[in-house]
């Protein structure tokens, strides 16, 4: 499920530096081997995603139970980091990393097209708004209203 952005706002090309794994067929009734390899992977739920670093024990943890998994190449969209020196900037960046972790970052292929928006976009807004009620009429046009204000 690709999105994609603006071309104002279409993130710069580079290297991919991560898989996204995701769990398409349950290991139920497989060798015990393969439920261990998911397992090592942090992969316990059909359709469950998790990003792995680029490296031969991934490639090889990967290639094991290849016909139960989905791999994407991707890397985190970093944020704009200004008018900074090169230093600053990649000093930026690896605070940055620190600090948000692999299920809240965007996430963009190597096109650029987005794959993972981060868990705050899935996430439900808050809160309610009442915009009528049924019960009394009175009450209904006064919350219509206040609508319509904006109070």
Do not use: C
Not at 4 to 32: D, E, K
Not at 47 to 54: A, D, F, G, K, T
Not at 114 to 138: C, F, H, Q, T
């Amino acid at each position: 499920m690709s999105h994609f952005l603006a071309p104002a706002q279409q993130a710069p090309l580079g290297p991919t530096t991560h898989y996204r794994v995701t769990l398409r067929r349950s290991a139920i009734g497989l060798p015990s081997r393969f439920s261990k390899i998911l397992t090592a992977m942090k992969l316990t739920k059909r359709l469950q995603s998790v990003y792995l670093p680029q490296n031969q024990a991934v490639a090889g943890s990967i290639l094991a139970v290849k016909e139960l998994v989905h791999v994407d190449n991707v890397r985190r969209l970093d944020p704009p980091v200004g008018r900074l020196s090169e230093e600053d900037a990649a000093e930026e960046l690896r605070a940055w990393h620190a600090s948000v972790k692999d299920e809240d970052a965007v996430w963009v292929d190597a096109k650029g097209d987005v794959i993972d928006w981060g868990r705050e976009a899935k996430r439900a807004p808050r809160g309610y708004r009442v915009v009528g009620n049924l019960l009394s009429k009175e009450r209904d046009d006064e919350i219509r209203l206040q609508n319509e204000v904006g109070l």
